[in-house]
């Protein structure tokens, strides 16, 4: 569990003891904050009685003398239209976070890698992980997938955080400042959540909000709108921006072509690895999150080497595509 001894005495409303909000109202209780919490369902509200956690109707809360609203990220606090409690909390101006806010706040040096988009987000990110893990390095999988953050274990400097963050965790975590922040690709999607297309791309831009100089913005350039982005930000930002594509060439970039993942930061075009008999990463789509898994990867010190043995070794998700046969040369 990570430590949030930083709320220590801090009054903290959480909103949502689903998946995500369970955890966090249990390690801001371990933190000794002033919790007061609440779920609209109320087996999830006695479920979280059982385990220590101080229910309140917030609906009752004094935001006046409330630290922060930590709300889930399924609860809208905006459109298409923002939760009661959302909106009592925001006229009081208290601040509305997630659980990934209170990681970001209490990480301890730990380097995160943050990815997004609006598919390919989870492949990319346990590939990442597997092939850091491969590398004997020191990493935790989690956020939209997996283990709930405030679940995961406290990591040295030496360690890494690889998150994969929705639209939604994005704009209720304003201080993330990932060293390596990769989107994928973007298309139409939760735009009731985001009032539009523009909001979302917005709240997907955010992954690259706080980055410094150092830090590398991975985009995905083989559709319109991340490709737009990668333009933008290589013109006007600081940090190194690194374009990715599952199959036409890049200039300082990561790509496959031909089932080839080459890597050409440098110009080179040196081929890493290849993915003809890989599996677990069918088709161009996983050529890009091929591509871009490898290219966060040399951006934190991993080899060449490592990461082609990474990819090799990558075991997939569950209930993803899966080869079920081979009939003359076409796989099915």
């Known amino acids: 569990m990570i430590d949030l001894s930083a709320y220590k005495d801090k009054t903290i409303a959480v909103m ?27 087996s999830a509200r006695s479920d979280a009685a059982k385990v220590g956690v101080p229910i309140f109707d917030l609906s009752a809360q004094n ?4 630290d922060s609203l930590i709300l889930s990220p399924g609860i809208p606090h905006t459109y298409p239209k923002a939760n009661p409690i959302a909106a009592a909390a925001k006229a009081a101006n208290c601040s509305i976070i997630g659980d990934v806010e209170l990681l970001v706040q209490s990480n301890q040096n730990a380097t995160i890698i943050a990815i997004t988009g609006t598919n390919g987000k989870s492949t990319t990110t346990a590939l990442i992980g597997h092939i ?42 304003p201080s993330l400042d990932p060293t390596v922040a990769v989107l994928l690709n ?66 300082a970039g990561v790509y496959v072509i031909d089932q080839i993942l080459y890597d050409n930061r440098n110009g080179l075009q040196q081929p890493v690895v290849s993915l003809e008999s890989i599996e677990t990463l069918p088709g161009d789509h996983n050529a890009q999150n091929a591509a871009a898994a490898a290219a966060a990867c040399f951006m934190v010190g991993i080899n060449a080497t490592e990461i082609a043995n990474g990819i090799e070794t990558f075991p997939g998700l569950a209930h993803r595509q899966q080869l079920a046969t081979i009939i003359d040369g076409i796989r099915y």
Do not use: M
């Not at 405030?150 to 360690?159: K, M, N, Q, S, V």
């Open 132 to 173: 850091l893990k491969a590398a004997n390095r020191e990493v935790i999988v989690g956020g939209n997938l997996g283990t709930p953050v405030l679940e995961f274990p406290t990591l040295t400097p030496d360690g890494f955080y690889v998150l994969e963050l929705s639209s939604y965790q994005l704009e209720l975590t």
């Open 186 to 251: 973007i298309s139409a999607d939760h735009l009731d959540r985001h009032g539009g297309i523009d909001g979302y791309i917005a709240a997907k831009r955010l992954i690259f909000k706080n980055q410094k100089p150092g830090n590398a913005a991975i985009l995905g350039i083989d559709e319109p709108e991340s490709a737009k982005i990668f333009q933008d930000i290589a013109a006007n930002n600081n940090q190194c921006s690194l374009p990715i594509s599952g199959y036409q060439s890049v200039k």
């Open 16 to 42: 949502g003891l689903g998946r995500s909000g369970l955890p966090t109202a249990r390690a801001l209780v371990a933190a000794e904050a002033q919790v007061y919490a609440w779920d609209d369902s109320e």
């Open 63 to 66: 935001w006046l003398k409330t």
